[in-house]
Structures are given as C-alpha cells and as structure tokens.
C-alpha cells in the first residue's frame, strides 16, 4: 500500500505549518514533502494547510491542521476500502 503523501508549501510556513510538517515526518508511514510553492496562493494566504494525496486541508490554526490532515487521511482511506468493496477487489 502506498504512503500517504502530504504535501507542505514552503510560503506557508509562518503560519505554523512548519512544526505541523516536522511532527508528521516522524510518522514512517507518511510521505512529507515541503515545496516552494504549491500554486495554492490563495488559500496559502488565508490560512494553514497541506495536500494531502493532492486535495487541500486547511485549518484555522496549525494545531487544528495537524487533525485535520489525520483526518483527510483516514477518510481518504475509508473511500479506497469502500470502492475496492464495490469494484470486488
């Protein structure tokens, strides 16, 4: 099974994301990656977030982005399990 990946903009930092990205690099089973820029300027301006397998998650500070992120991920996995359940896989 592939990792998770989260995805952290580089532009974002000052609002927290920075500790939020090292307390997950922790977690083996994630892929942490920090960019440059995310091409997500808009929400990189209004608030704290991430990628995570591609889709923002964003939060009204860094403490909640960290639950949010663990969140989208295991929604995430709960969709993949109920489609391979309906595909018979």
Partial sequence: MLKPMIDFCASNMHRGTFAVMEELEL????????YGCLGNCGECYLSPFALVDGAIVA???????????????????????????????
């Fill in 27 to 34: 977690d083996d089973t994630l892929e942490v990656t920090e």
């Fill in 59 to 89: 939060a009204d500070s860094a403490e909640e982005l960290t639950e949010a992120i663990r969140n989208a991920i295991k929604q995430q996995e709960s969709d993949r399990e109920a489609l391979d359940k309906l595909l018979g896989d």
